[in-house]
């Protein structure tokens, strides 16, 4: 299996995202970022800002620790 693919299946945002049928689009749109930003935070390449932890937690209830842990988890 690629790292890449290693990635997706071991990120739990993404899986959250799924789950809650949140696309990459809709939430980088409502944290007005532009998709490849958020694809970047989300996948680990960019850090998170926290204005958008906050964001996150006000629009979509999710907690910086699970944001955070989430990314860092897909590193690996």
């Known amino acids: 299996m ?3 693919r290693r990635a997706v299946d071991n990120n739990p945002l993404k899986e959250w995202m799924k789950e ?3 696309s990459q689009r809709q939430m980088a749109l409502t944290l007005g970022l532009t998709p490849g930003t958020l694809n970047g935070k989300v996948n680990g390449w960019i850090g998170w ?3 958008d932890l906050v ?3 006000k629009v ?4 910086y620790e699970f944001v955070i842990d989430s990314t860092s988890e897909a590193m690996k």
């Open 2 to 4: 690629s790292k890449q």
């Open 20 to 22: 809650n049928q949140v």
């Open 55 to 57: 964001a996150l937690k």
């Open 60 to 63: 979509f209830g999710l907690t």
């Open 49 to 51: 800002q926290p204005s």
